[in-house]
């Protein structure tokens, strides 16, 4: 036989009854693989959808990249079925006396200095107060207020609700007004349903003792170390065994006086110490960010190179930027405001009653947090405020695009 | 036939052959004899007790739940000793039971290798399928012994567990500045790459031949039958040139080691060597773009 010239003698084959046998094996294998690999692919593909649904990640093309508000807080409100409160009738009879009576302030203390004069007239003060305080933490005045003395302090709720108002000024004056951000994307203003969502109390140790997962994998993503140190929690409520848990509630430590932030330096150079434990510490913060923000990791980072602010194509990354400076905040509210905080169930002791802060006690899987609001008088700093940081921070120094596109 | 010969001469030499009908078309029906010796006995001795460790560090975290067990076992993980361990054996809570864990799964490992030269041996084979289990021993040396003596501590290595690999690897690879820039990690890829399209240009070829019963390969290849001839004139057709029915098969040997061998390099330079990747890519002229990130 010459098998170099055409074709071979008897090209189409003549197969016997075992060759036959073979050929169905080999179609019925075929085509069993292949609906075992694509329903394989197609049942994981909804189990990760169903992941990502959970968790709210979402396609890049539907990242707010622009930096506005998609929820408010009326509408998050509706989303998650809790009622907005508003003054009750007792309250509003008992300050219709009052602001009879008292048509200027008595006893302001914080509003009138950092939004100014305005809020020496006790209507504005009302005004403000039923806009962010009441529905904010979801309670009447009276809550706060002695009903017959709007102006007395004898409710523990009314100093805890006070140094709560000074340490948002000050984090809006200080932090909020200092973010990075592109020429024209719209700056937010912290108010208490920020934070509340309409709970006054939301977040402190008690709680988190009660219902850890609410702090962990509910409240936004994987928990950290800290958490699975202090509640025994991971993804699926079990501390891993060996894991190194350190107390890194922060992903900055604490910064030099230049403002040079120590960030989990996870890429490694030549002094990086072994291990991988800083890494693994790291992407557990990273995905709680991803489920705090509802964004994916190149939502702030350049997927060919995590550690660069600017990716191949020379787009600065704005989120990264503002991701390190809200980091660095957050840090301020961990180790400087929550700790000297009044305690509600004794406003003469505390202290480390809060639970440590995280992206989703604002963020609650938005960009930007539902509870941010749009606000016209912008806080001005206060020389001498009445509560003020245990440290004052610097501000970490602004990463800046040189050139972007 | 040969082979119905070779086989029979098993069956009279033993009783302990079954045949398991449900196989057919997949595989070969016939199981057993098998040979356990000493290498065989060792690594599944080893293999066992690696395997029973880990499940007592899995059932710890769990509360010794079985419920939990079955439901979070993708999770679950043994994890190595922290860093500041460094080399030294850890408690067990601290990574000990992983270090135990990982012993006897390298003593099984090696011992399989040994099983696998020696079984050859015996039979007369070259012990081909025990140096290409070698560059498989090799990887898996270098991840999880080499490297992380290398960096001087044993939580370099991965945890044991379903996610546990995974998040190794992404974590490695951010850690090391992305891993796809790393040169070795590219030739590994690439003999990856050309290990299944070599697989499956064969195993087409072979399936394509079956009227001429190439699926009888032992025999062609000692015959150089019809088939076989068949097959070589397609891809002269196709693409100028053939393999041999003996090349074929070093050419998949050699893109499937290579898979493995330059993996293994590709860690054993990560971080003492080089700790990131991503930069050499930029020093290289690799990194996309106009190198915009590049520092």
Same mark, same amino acid.
């Given at each position: ?13 003549? =197969?016997?009854?075992?060759? !036959? ?12 693989? &292949? ?43 509706? *989303? ?14 008992? =300050? ?86 592109? @020429? ?28 850890? @997962? ?6 936004? $993503? ?44 996870? &890429? ?36 060919? =190179? ?57 963020? !609650? ?41 | ?5 070779? *086989? @029979? ?8 052959? !079954? ?52 439901? @979070? ?50 039979? $007369? ?83 394509? &031949? ?33 393999? &041999? ?51």
């Amino acid at each position: 036989m010459t098998v170099h010239e055409g074709a071979p003698p008897g090209a189409v084959a003549k =197969y016997d009854e075992r060759q !036959r046998e073979i050929l169905r094996g080999e179609l019925v294998g075929l085509v069993a693989f &292949t609906i075992l690999a694509l329903g394989g692919v197609i049942a994981l593909s909804m189990a990760f959808a169903g992941v990502r649904e959970v968790s709210g990640y979402r396609a890049e093309h539907t990242y707010n990249y622009a930096g506005v508000q998609q929820v408010n807080f009326l509408q998050y409100m509706e *989303r998650i079925g809790r009622p907005v409160a508003q003054p009750s009738a007792e309250a509003l009879q008992a =300050y219709s006396e009052w602001v009879a009576k008292n048509p200027r302030t008595v006893n302001v203390q914080v509003l009138n200095k950092y939004l100014g004069d305005k809020y020496n007239d006790t209507n504005n003060v009302f005004a403000y107060m039923s806009a962010y305080f009441t529905p904010g933490v979801g309670q009447s005045c009276e809550y706060c207020h002695n009903l017959q003395n709007f102006a007395a302090y004898d409710k523990p709720q009314k100093t805890v609700a006070k140094a709560m108002l000074i340490m948002q000024f000050e984090l809006q004056a200080k932090w909020i007004e200092n973010i990075p951000r592109p @020429e024209g994307q719209p700056l937010y203003q912290i108010k208490c349903y920020t934070c509340h969502y309409g709970q006054a109390k939301f977040w402190n140790q008690d709680l988190k003792a009660s219902n850890p @997962e609410l702090f962990g994998v509910a409240g936004g $993503g994987n928990p950290t170390p800290h958490d699975m140190k202090n509640n025994g929690i991971t993804l699926n409520g079990k501390v891993p065994s060996s894991y190194e848990v350190v107390d890194d509630r922060y992903l900055a430590t604490r910064p030099d006086a230049e403002g040079n932030y120590n960030f989990y330096q996870v &890429t490694a150079s030549k002094d990086t110490p072994p291990g991988l434990v800083d890494t693994y510490r790291n992407q557990y913060a990273m995905y709680h960010q991803n489920t705090a923000l509802g964004v994916g990791c190149d939502f702030c980072h350049y997927g060919g =190179y995590f550690k660069s602010y600017v990716t191949a194509d020379g787009v600065f990354k704005w989120p990264k930027a503002q991701a390190r400076h809200m980091q660095a905040m957050m840090l301020d509210i961990a180790l400087n405001w929550f700790p000297q905080m009044p305690n509600v169930n004794d406003v003469t002791q505390n202290q480390n009653y809060y639970a440590q802060p995280n992206c989703y006690m604002c963020h !609650r899987g938005y960009v930007v947090p539902p509870g941010a609001a749009e606000f016209p008088e912008k806080p001005v700093k206060v020389a001498d405020p009445q509560i003020k940081p245990l440290v004052d921070l610097p501000l970490p120094k602004p990463i800046l695009p040189t050139s972007s596109k | 036939m040969t082979t119905e010969v070779y *086989r @029979e001469s098993f069956e009279r030499r033993t009783k302990t052959v !079954r045949y398991l009908r449900f196989l057919e078309g997949l595989a070969d029906t016939q199981v057993g004899p098998i040979f356990l010796g000493m290498w065989g006995t060792v690594a599944l001795f080893s293999y066992l007790l690696s395997a029973f460790i880990t499940a007592i560090g899995f059932g710890e975290q769990v509360g010794w739940n079985p419920i939990r067990l079955v439901r @979070e076992l993708p999770v679950l993980t043994l994890y190595p000793p922290p860093p500041s361990y460094g080399l030294q054996l850890a408690p067990l809570q601290e990574g000990g039971y992983w270090q135990i864990a990982t012993f006897f799964l390298t003593v099984s490992l090696i011992a399989w290798t040994f099983r696998a030269w020696t079984r050859a041996v015996a039979n $007369g084979l070259r012990p081909t399928v025990a140096i290409a289990f070698t560059a498989a021993l090799f990887l898996y040396a270098a991840i999880y012994i080499i490297h992380p003596i290398s960096m001087n501590s044993w939580n370099e290595a991965p945890g044991h567990g379903l996610a546990a690999i995974l998040l190794w690897t992404n974590h490695f690879s951010v850690k090391y500045g992305n891993f796809y820039y790393n040169p070795f990690h590219m030739v590994s890829i690439f003999g990856l790459l050309g290990s299944a399209v070599i697989l499956a240009m064969h195993g087409a070829t072979i399936l394509a &031949t079956l009227a001429y019963n190439a699926h009888k390969e032992i025999d062609e290849i000692e015959k150089s039958d019809e088939g076989t001839h068949r097959a070589q004139l397609f891809w002269r057709w196709v693409m100028g040139f053939n393999a &041999t029915a003996h090349s074929i098969h070093v050419w998949a040997l050699g893109f499937a080691s290579l898979t493995a061998v330059a993996g293994a390099i590709g860690v054993i330079a990560t971080g003492w060597l080089e700790p990131n990747w991503y930069l050499w890519g930029c020093r290289a002229g690799i990194a996309p773009g106009i190198q915009a990130a590049c520092p």
